[in-house]
């Protein structure tokens, strides 16, 4: 049996839950569609607690899902595989363009994202990991993804966030283009933020 044959076997158990755990469905459409924004929110929250160490985090972060998604668009291209409902009947829960299916661009952004999370912040980022894991599992239940899709997809994310770590540590030069950038975000930021300030203070007090 070929590798192909056995994901599709293996994607069609998942898809097929929608079936018979019916009741799951609305939370694998939430999964599937919505929780990713979750990394956005968290990404504007650990930035804007001010810490260098979490926007030296959140900037790996960015960098790397920004890689991966590079990478997958390549990949996307030079090996395009069909989305499952497109060469298969499948249970379909959310409604996706038929582009290319392998890897799985969400799997890359939220495992890129929770690996950094994991570096700078264990526990927490097990957290991540976990809701990256549920995501990836709900674009398979919901009839979208292979396996493979979402596996490869978390594979890129996992690298390109360990690479992209290694090299800030390794390389002084990648890691004075990662502090330049903060420190130019930052003094845009000490000029910003007191002129708000110094507005709310000349707001008489009851208005």
């Known amino acids: 049996m070929s590798i192909g044959q056995i994901d599709y076997q293996l994607f069609h158990v998942i898809n097929e839950w929608g079936r018979s755990v019916y009741s799951l469905n609305s939370v694998m459409r939430l999964l599937a569609e ?3 924004y979750l990394f956005f929110v968290g990404l504007l929250v650990y ?3 001010r810490k260098e160490s979490n926007r030296r985090m959140v900037a790996e972060s960015v960098v790397s899902a920004a890689i991966g998604l590079g990478i997958s668009w390549v990949i996307g291209h030079l090996f395009y595989r069909d989305r499952p409902f497109v060469a298969h009947s499948v249970l379909q829960l959310i409604p996706h363009p038929a582009n290319a299916s392998f890897p799985s661009d969400h799997s890359i952004g939220a495992f890129a994202i929770a690996a950094i999370f994991v570096i700078y912040r264990r526990k927490e980022g097990i957290i991540w990991l976990i ?3 549920s995501i990836a599992f709900s674009r398979v239940w919901t009839g979208v993804h292979y396996p493979l899709d979402v596996l490869g997809g978390a594979l890129i994310g996992i ?3 360990a690479g992209v770590h290694r090299l800030a540590e390794r390389f002084l030069f990648v890691s ?3 502090n330049t950038g903060l420190g130019w975000y930052e003094k845009y930021e000490s000029k910003i933020l007191p002129r708000h300030l110094n507005k709310e203070e000349q707001i008489p007090a009851g208005k």
Do not use: D, P
Request: aromatic content about 34%; glycine content about 0%.
């Open 34 to 36: 919505r929780a990713f």
């Open 47 to 49: 930035w804007f607690t």
């Open 131 to 133: 809701l990256a894991a």
């Open 159 to 161: 690298i390109c966030a």
């Open 176 to 178: 004075r283009w990662f």
